[in-house]
C-alpha cells in the first residue's frame, strides 16, 4: 500500500468535518496502483453535502470523494473492507465499523455478491435476443454489458473486488482453476471485443465520448486514465477499461436515450452488427454463466 500524500490527508482534516476513510485501489490487497490512480475517500455523512460525489486535484493528486451513508449495511461492506481510516469522529465511528466488518466476513459477501452479478447478466437475455433481428447494434450494446458482469463476477466469487482501470489486469493474474471458468472468462473477453483492441479504436471511442460528456471532471480522470494505460502500451487495459465506464455511464441513461444515441454508442463501444456472430457469442456467454454458477456451488 502506497501511503497517502501528507496535503491529502491534511485537505481532508481541514475541509471535510465527517468521518473519512481511504478505500479503492490504493488500499485494496494486493492492488499496485498506478500513477493515474485517484484517491478514493469514502466521507459518511447523513446526508449527501456538496462536497461529497467531487472530483478535485490537490498538488499532482487526483481526489475522488464518494458518498456513504452513515447506516452502513451489508450492501456496502465489500467497498469497505481494505478501507483505511483518515478521519473518525468522537463516537470513533469508523473504528467500530471496521470491528463489524470483520465480524460479517466481507470475504463471503463478496462471493455472494459475484454470483449475483452472474445472475444479473441472465437479466439481460430478452433485451439481447429481442433486438438481434432488427436492431443488431443495439443487442451488441446489452451483449457487452452482460460480459462485463460475468467477469466482475467471476472476479468476486474469486475474493476480488473489481477495480475498473484495473480490471483487465485482475482478470490475467486470477488464479483459476476451474476448466469452466477460464472458458467463462475467455467467452466473456470475446464478447466484449478485446481481440479489436487498437489504438485507432481507442482514439476513435474517447472522441465519441466526449459528446456524451463534456468536461466534468469525472470524464476528464476517466479518459485521462485510458490515454495513460495507451501511453504505457497497455492498449488491451485501455480498450477494455473504455468499454466498462462507457457502459457504466449509459447504464444511468433510459432505453430512450440509448436508442437515440445507438450509432454513436456502437462507436464509443466498437459494437458488432453482425447477427450472426452476436447470437454465437451470446449462446456461448449463457453457457459460460450457467457453467460458472455451477462450479461455484
Not at 490487497?29 to 500513477?35: D, L, N, T
Request: charged share 20%; glycine share 4%.
Amino acid at each position: 500500500m502506497i501511503p497517502i500524500p501528507s496535503t491529502v490527508v491534511q485537505y481532508i482534516n481541514d475541509h471535510t468535518p465527517h468521518p473519512s476513510a481511504l478505500i479503492g485501489c490504493h488500499v485494496a490487497s494486493g492492488q499496485i496502483p498506478y500513477s493515474c490512480c485517484e484517491f478514493d475517500i469514502a466521507v459518511f455523512c447523513e446526508n449527501r453535502k456538496t462536497y461529497v460525489d467531487r472530483v478535485i486535484t490537490l498538488n499532482n493528486a487526483t481526489i475522488e470523494f464518494i458518498y456513504f451513508p452513515m447506516r452502513v449495511d451489508e450492501r456496502h461492506f465489500i467497498y469497505l473492507k481494505d478501507m483505511e481510516i483518515i478521519r473518525d469522529n468522537d463516537s470513533f465511528f469508523l473504528s467500530s465499523l471496521m470491528a463489524k466488518l470483520k465480524e460479517k466476513s466481507p470475504d463471503r459477501l463478496l462471493r455472494m455478491y459475484g454470483k449475483r452479478q452472474i445472475v444479473e447478466s441472465f437479466f439481460l437475455y430478452e433485451s439481447i435476443t429481442k433486438n438481434l433481428s432488427n436492431r443488431p447494434l443495439l443487442s451488441s450494446f446489452w451483449l457487452k454489458i452482460s460480459a462485463y458482469y460475468l467477469i466482475k463476477g467471476i472476479l468476486a466469487m474469486h475474493g476480488i473486488m473489481s477495480s475498473p482501470a484495473h480490471e483487465l489486469e485482475q482478470v490475467r493474474d486470477l488464479h483459476v482453476k476451474s476448466a469452466e471458468i477460464a472458458s467463462g472468462i475467455n467467452v466473456a473477453l470475446d464478447c466484449i471485443g478485446i481481440e479489436r483492441a487498437g489504438s485507432s479504436a481507442i482514439s476513435r471511442s474517447l472522441k465519441v465520448f466526449s459528446v456524451f460528456e463534456k468536461s466534468t471532471m469525472s470524464s476528464l480522470l476517466w479518459r485521462a486514465k485510458a490515454q495513460w494505460m495507451l501511453n504505457q502500451g497497455r492498449i488491451a487495459d485501455s480498450y477494455y477499461y473504455i468499454g466498462k465506464m462507457a457502459t457504466e455511464y449509459m447504464l444511468s441513461k433510459d432505453e430512450g436515450f440509448i436508442v437515440k444515441f445507438l450509432k454513436p454508442i456502437g462507436i464509443l463501444l466498437d459494437l458488432s452488427i453482425d447477427p450472426q456472430s452476436i447470437h454465437k457469442l451470446h449462446s456461448l456467454l449463457i453457457k459460460a454463466s450457467n457453467d460458472t454458477l455451477k462450479s461455484s456451488v
